[in-house]
């Protein structure tokens, strides 16, 4: 969590990290880029995920309903976040000639990802059948 | 010795791996995705029940889709030199800023909407 509060200053002091160290390869920083527009990517299909469970799942529950809807919101805000979060990191990192940050957020993703799609499997099953 | 190695001569007029390319690709799939989850929220926004929430939520979503534009077209201009610039903090912080945008709008939609 601190990693995450220190990366946080740092979005909005660009200048403090083109400061530090070297200005990497071209091509090193355009592949973080991708990287981040890729987690983007990520953030906007759970969103848009929402969007869909909200609007075409509509004989779901209301309580069902805007609870899956707001959990894949809310995965999406997250993964935007940590998108911003890790390419600020990874740019720092870069210049520095540390490694590059180490996250545990994919794994986090992916099982949230998975317990969500067996809640909606089940719950479209259960509501098909009653 | 008439083979030519990476560091003889002046610099190539273009990245040997299309770097700069790639990336302006992968602005145009996140444009593509945004504008997709643009539609839906407008979607969503028509069928809005108190039309109050359904306008403020076509109104962030139009805003946030014209933010995206013009930062990915922005951006894909910036990347058009061999050796590019990497990307500013302000089109990155924009960029999620959109993502946000459209995830509030969800929000407000799928809770009063």
Redesign the interface.
């Known amino acids: 969590m601190s990693d995450f509060l220190q990366g946080l200053r740092l979005?909005?002091a660009?200048r403090r990290i083109s400061e530090e160290g070297d200005?990497?390869d071209?091509?090193f920083?355009?592949?973080?880029?991708?990287t981040?527009?890729?987690w983007?990517?990520t953030?906007?299909?759970l969103?848009?995920g929402?969007?869909?469970v909200?609007?075409f799942l509509p004989d779901l529950r209301w309580g069902v309903?805007?609870g899956l809807?707001?959990a894949l919101?809310?995965a999406?805000?997250l993964c935007?976040?940590r998108?911003?979060n890790h390419?600020?990191r990874c740019?720092r990192a870069m210049r520095r000639g540390e490694d590059l940050p180490v996250s545990r957020f994919p794994v986090l993703l992916a099982l949230a990802v998975g317990v969500v799609s067996l809640t909606m499997a089940a719950v479209v099953a259960w509501e098909g059948a009653g | 010795m008439s083979g030519r190695g990476p560091g003889d001569g002046p610099a190539p007029a273009r990245d040997p791996g299309l770097q700069p390319e790639r990336t302006r690709l992968a602005w145009r799939r996140t444009t593509l995705t945004c504008t997709v989850v643009a539609v839906l929220a407008g979607r969503g926004a028509l069928r809005s029940d108190p039309a109050a929430v359904g306008g403020a939520a076509a109104a962030v979503t139009a805003a946030v889709w014209l933010c995206f534009l013009a930062v990915a077209h922005r951006r894909m201009r910036s990347t058009a030199p061999p050796r590019p610039a990497a990307l500013s903090h302000r089109a990155a912080l924009a960029a999620t800023g959109c993502v946000l945008g459209l995830a509030l709008a969800g929000c407000l939609m799928a809770v009063i909407g």
């Open positions: 979005w909005f660009p200005t990497p071209y091509r920083s355009l592949a973080n880029e991708r981040f527009l890729a983007l990517r953030a906007l299909a969103v848009g929402g969007f869909a909200d609007q309903r805007v809807a707001l919101i809310g999406g805000v935007a976040v998108a911003v390419w600020v740019e």
